[in-house]
């Protein structure tokens, strides 16, 4: 929204303008390169003269330089060199921990709007163009984005005045998930954080397990069947990279299981394994949490890891995951109609129905999971849901079905009223 001369931007902008002033002049591309590369390294240099931060830091701009390194890698292609290639060695920090406290420590004065807002807005049916509202957030504050579509407004600013934000946004519809949080707050967190140098678990074990979960009682199930460290997590709960590579790291096994236990998930705890060097991890592609719990009651250890990971991989694939949530808002799917507040019924991660009822839904969609083979079916409740209409659901379930083994369990997820999983 407002660019800013001393970044990326300037080296970009000034290498650009250096190769438009050679055309017709330079003609080997080899040269022309060569050129744009000395004009970015000066722009880079120039960068603490433009960004008074960076000056007092007495470092150029990290996005410039990152730009500035690409170039000259093509450069030296250009001129016959071959591609760099991945060593998989250690990935060294710039700098270390102590030195970057140090450095975040001096620049508490350069927010200069403490309050990060945050809001959607549904809007109201004679709603103004949001464009006006855009025009005010800039007059109390920056880093301004406003998106909106039919029905929603979706709103991010940084103020000084958090509750002009938000009566403003009245003004177009009412508020939905409203948040405010200091910066400058979060700011001096990070900087008792980077003092503390984290320290990976040695791998003395020679099988480890990590796992994404939300909610007590399912965090309880994974730790009674030995998962070492839980991750905090879940559907519209994403944990970091970071967070799973440092829950790998503080697992003291030589070979590390991680279960995703969402699709969502799946790519960061695949990365955060990418960057462990010292012992071998095996993401499992588990995208439920009864698929999570069932390859770890598969893993024996007696068993060699190619034998686990193969039995835990089988495990996971034979069961069935039912999920009951609610629509957030309107809206239409492959066609269908949703309102506000109905009942989402999910079939192994699909839209199976809608329905108004939570019991019967819940019922229903059992029911659509149990298979001829069926043996198992486990209901884990949520928040929303009693441990009554949880064990009246499960009875219905033994009466429909005698030969199967019905089990209840209090999860207290978030987000789904019930996880259910038959197997």
């Not at 024996?300 to 629509?327: C, H, K, R, W």
């Amino acid at each position: 929204m407002n660019p800013t001369e001393g970044t990326i931007l300037t080296v970009a902008r000034m290498g650009y303008e250096k190769a438009q002033s050679l055309e017709g002049k330079v003609t080997d591309e080899v040269e022309l390169w060569e050129e744009v590369c000395k004009e970015c390294k000066i722009a880079l240099d120039n960068t603490p003269n433009q960004l008074p931060a960076l000056k007092k830091a007495g470092v150029v701009d990290a996005g410039g330089m990152g730009l500035l390194i690409i170039f000259e890698a093509m450069l030296g292609v250009f001129k016959g060199g071959e591609i760099v290639l991945p060593t998989g060695g250690e990935v060294k920090k710039a700098v270390s921990v102590d030195t970057f406290a140090s450095t975040v420590g001096d620049f508490d004065e350069v927010i200069n709007f403490t309050y990060c807002t945050e809001m959607l807005i549904t809007k109201n049916e004679d709603c103004e163009d949001c464009s006006k509202l855009r025009a005010y957030l800039e007059t109390i504050g920056d880093c301004v984005v406003v998106v909106d579509d039919e029905e929603i407004i979706k709103v991010h600013v940084h103020t000084n005045d958090p509750g002009k934000a938000i009566q403003k946004g009245l003004e177009f519809g009412y508020i939905n998930l409203p948040k405010i949080e200091n910066m400058k707050l979060q700011h001096k967190q990070r900087k008792q954080d980077a003092k503390q140098t984290f320290v990976p678990a040695k791998p003395e074990n020679d099988y480890g397990f990590v796992a994404i979960s939300a909610g007590k009682g399912i965090d309880a199930m994974f730790k009674d069947i030995g998962v070492d460290c839980i991750v905090s997590g879940g559907q519209t709960m994403n944990p970091s990279t970071d967070d799973i590579y440092e829950a790998i790291c503080s697992t003291p096994a030589k070979t590390v299981f991680v279960l995703p236990n969402n699709k969502n998930i799946i790519l960061a705890a695949e990365q955060a394994a990418e960057l462990v060097n010292d012992r071998k991890v095996c993401v499992l592609q588990t995208r439920t949490i009864p698929q999570g719990l069932s390859a770890m009651l598969a893993f024996d250890p007696e068993s060699d890891y190619s034998e686990n990971s193969i039995a835990m991989t089988e495990a996971l694939n034979n069961v069935s995951t039912g999920q009951l949530t609610f629509a957030a808002r309107d809206s239409d799917f492959e066609g269908r109609e949703i309102k506000k507040g109905e009942i989402l019924a999910l079939e192994n991660g699909k839209l199976s129905f809608i329905d108004k009822d939570l019991s019967k839904a819940a019922y229903k969609l059992a029911k659509r999971l149990v298979k001829s083979d069926s043996s198992f079916i486990t209901v884990i409740y949520g928040e929303g849901v009693t441990e009554s209409m949880a064990q009246a659901l499960a009875a219905q379930l033994c009466s429909k079905y005698p030969d199967i083994e019905v089990n209840v369990v209090n999860g207290g997820q978030p987000v789904y009223y019930y996880i259910i999983s038959v197997e």
